[in-house]
């Protein structure tokens, strides 16, 4: 972990993007009265071309970046005490859309920090659940979520950074902000950060305002809006030395100390679901502003939607009980198929879970996919139509280039993308959807009807085989026989387990009839029986070659 901190320090330095410091103790106390501003200003540097929605600003904005093609991009990660869940993978499969869009229709080199929050009270209550370590539970979840990352072909970040390989620098970060004089610690060895001395500047992505009346406390903090930077440690409780007494960080610190050791207090993009703006990034705005004594810190800040689970207004969540780990879907579906439903909506929309909307996503893979076969048989020869129109085509191809590489520089619009690339798709297949026939010589016809014969016959005997069909004698269940329906029960379980065993080759038929699809060589499964059939210009004539083996 330490080397990787060490790489992510060394690119940001090779693009001029050095950590700096925290500004030390302060001789002058920061003035935070009502009268400053919370306007979002817009930064230096040079335009991507990408128009994104800032939650800071609450519209859209230019993205303009500090140094040319290069992005520095927090992600907040997880809270490793359990599985990853659809929820989870929604918001980073988004992001890592957006993150690729940036790069490749974009070029922009992205350089990306995810904090990993191994020590919290959900790991720990979790760990004295399973009779473990926090660190030990921590480790094999980080570790779960990293696989299931790669699973739905998420791209990692340039680095992970851990909560508790940063402790001193975190510890440092407290004392600093405290130094600034917006934060307090407690006799009973807490620290807070104290929200009503940072005044009108607190609410930068909500509308909340230190002003409002709080709500009853029956901590040591102050005011109840005021959250914790260092929790003092609990008996029998994971701590680490501090100058409070023995503890632990706070939520909200952790990210704001290990986004400033990499990026400084210059910092592009920061990412999370929308769940996170408030209080999580809100509270981060506020340390870093104080830590850095700067007028801005994170330029941008894009939330994902919640993903809801059809027919609830409820996100999907592990407190509700209502969420899917990403191993039982990747059991069902693709990742691919996840990806197809991620971009169908844009980024910052609720989304709605379910099989209809998943099968949504599958046919639109379907329909890519049979368009390529059959634009590449028309290619090598394969296929018969009326000559294409390609000037035509290409002409579509680059509206298409174009509406696409706008749709991507308005807010990462994936869902308008994907639209005018499935009506380029459609156009295609009008111009291929004259196909005939295999392209055949002479009186080679007569020929290839019989191979045709003979391949239908010997797959009907291995699909056959491969559904543990019985023969027709043994299906005849003799009359007043005591044991029939025992043993037709035995019968049909004996039978799943075969199939079962054998579904690699109920998949390799399936694949022969989809390939010969695409030569204009059709074949029709009829319970027992399979036929094939051949499209003739001006009709179809149907082979009744018949498959019984």
Not at 224 to 233: E, Q, R
Request: proline residues 3%.
């Amino acid at each position: 972990m330490t080397m990787l901190r060490g790489a992510a320090a060394a690119v940001a330095r090779r693009c001029g993007l050095g950590a700096g410091s925290g500004g030390g103790k302060v001789a002058a106390r920061r003035c935070c009265s009502a009268a400053r501003r919370r306007e979002w200003v817009p930064p230096v540097g040079r335009d991507s071309g990408i128009m994104a929605y800032n939650s800071r600003s609450r519209t859209k904005e230019p993205l303009v970046l500090a140094k040319d093609r290069v992005a520095t991009w927090y992600s907040c990660g997880p809270t490793v005490y359990d599985h990853a869940h659809l929820g989870h993978a929604c918001s980073y499969v988004r992001f890592d859309i957006i993150r690729r869009i940036m790069t490749k229709f974009f070029g922009i080199e992205v350089i990306m920090v995810m904090g990993i929050t191994d020590i919290d009270d959900k790991i720990i209550k979790r760990a004295n659940e399973m009779n473990m370590s926090p660190v030990a539970l921590a480790r094999i979840y980080e570790e779960d979520f990293k696989q299931d990352m790669a699973a739905l072909k998420v791209l990692p970040p340039t680095a992970y950074m851990r909560v508790t390989e940063n402790i001193p620098q975190i510890i440092s970060f407290i004392e600093t902000v405290i130094a600034n004089g917006q934060a307090y610690a407690t006799s009973q060895g807490n620290v807070y950060f104290d929200v009503k001395s940072w005044g009108k500047r607190y609410g930068v992505l909500t509308t909340i305002s230190p002003d409002t009346p709080d709500e009853a406390v029956n901590t040591d903090k102050r005011y109840g809006k005021d959250f914790a930077l260092w929790k003092a440690a609990k008996p029998q409780e994971l701590s680490w030395t501090s100058p409070w007494g023995k503890g632990r960080p706070g939520w909200h610190i952790e990210c704001s100390t290990i986004s400033s050791a990499v990026f400084g207090k210059q910092l592009d993009i920061h990412t999370g679901g929308i769940d996170l703006a408030f209080p999580h990034h809100e509270n981060e705005i506020a340390q870093c502003e104080v830590y850095h004594q700067c007028e801005q810190w994170g330029n941008y800040f894009l939330h994902s939607g919640h993903l809801h689970v059809k027919g609830s207004q409820e996100k999907m969540s592990k407190s509700l009980k209502n969420y899917v780990t990403v191993k039982d879907f990747l059991k069902k579906f693709s990742s691919d198929q996840f990806r197809m439903y991620c971009l169908r909506s844009r980024y910052s929309s609720a989304v709605e879970f379910s099989d209809e909307s998943m099968d949504d996503a599958k046919n639109l893979l379907q329909a890519i996919s049979s368009f390529i076969k059959d634009a590449n048989a028309y290619i090598k020869g394969q296929l018969i139509c009326d000559p294409v129109r390609e000037d035509i085509l290409w002409e579509r191809l680059a509206s298409t280039k174009v509406t696409v590489k706008a749709s991507f520089a308005d807010d990462f619009d994936t869902s308008r993308a994907v639209a005018a690339i499935m009506d380029l798709i459609h156009h295609g297949n009008r111009q291929l959807k004259a196909v005939t026939k295999v392209a055949v010589k002479g009186d080679s016809s007569a020929v290839l009807s019989n191979v045709i014969d003979e391949l239908v016959q010997f797959r009907t005997k291995v699909r056959h085989y491969a559904l543990a069909l019985p023969e027709a004698a043994e299906t005849v269940l003799v009359e007043g026989d005591a044991g029939a329906k025992g043993s037709k029960r035995e019968e049909n379980e004996k039978r799943q387990q075969l199939m079962g065993e054998r579904r690699p080759l109920l998949e390799a038929c399936d694949s022969l009839r989809e390939n010969l699809a695409a030569f204009g060589i059709h074949i029709k499964d009829r319970a027992a029986v399979s036929t094939w059939e051949m499209a003739e210009r001006g009709g179809q004539a149907e082979q009744q070659a018949q498959g019984k083996s």
